[in-house]
C-alpha cells in the first residue's frame, strides 16, 4: 500500500508545479510608474497585490484574474508568470481591460491605491508590507524593471 501512497503524492505535487494547474495566485499589475496594491483588513492590515487561494479545481491564472477582481475591482488580463514564491503562491503580470474599477472592493480590503516607487520605498521603510522581507520588494524592482530574472530564479520555491 505503501507504494501507491507515494506514487498518489508523486502525481498531485506533479500536477501542482504544472503551468498552470490550480494554485494560489495574484497579479502585479503597473500602469505607468504606479503599481496597483490593496490593503488587507485582517493580518495587520498590511499592503499587498491582489490575490489569494484557489477554489481548488480552476487554472491559478483564473485565480488570479478572480481575486484581482474580487478585491480591488479591476477587470485583468493574465500576463506572463513573474515568479512562484512561498508555498506555491503564483505572480503574474497582469493587464488592466479598463482604467475604471467595475464594483468596490470585497470584505477583506480597506484601501485599493496605485502607488508610485517612493510610496512603495515609504511603505517599506515603515513595515507596512505583508511580506515585507521578500515579495514587497520584488514588487518594487518589478515595478522599476530591475533584476525580473533574478527574482524568477532566487523566489521559486515550490
Request: proline share 4%.
Amino acid at each position: 500500500m505503501l507504494p501507491v501512497l507515494v506514487l498518489s503524492f508523486i502525481v498531485a505535487a506533479g500536477a501542482t508545479a504544472t503551468a498552470d494547474g490550480p494554485s494560489h495566485a495574484g497579479c502585479f499589475v503597473s500602469n505607468g510608474t504606479t503599481m496597483l496594491a490593496i490593503k488587507l483588513t485582517y493580518d495587520g492590515n498590511l499592503f499587498d497585490i491582489p490575490g489569494g487561494c484557489t477554489d481548488g479545481r480552476e487554472p491559478a491564472t483564473r485565480t488570479a484574474e478572480r481575486e484581482t477582481f474580487e478585491e480591488s475591482g479591476y477587470e485583468v488580463s493574465i500576463g506572463e508568470l513573474l515568479a512562484t514564491v512561498r508555498g506555491g503562491f503564483r505572480i503574474y503580470k497582469c493587464y488592466l481591460k479598463d482604467s475604471v474599477p467595475h464594483k468596490n472592493p470585497d470584505h477583506e480590503v480597506s484601501q485599493v491605491r496605485w502607488m508610485d516607487a517612493s510610496e512603495i520605498e515609504g511603505h517599506l521603510q515603515h513595515h507596512e508590507w505583508r511580506f515585507q522581507d521578500d515579495q514587497a520588494c520584488m514588487y518594487l524592482d518589478f515595478l522599476l524593471g530591475r533584476n525580473h530574472n533574478d527574482h524568477n530564479r532566487r523566489l521559486l520555491i515550490v
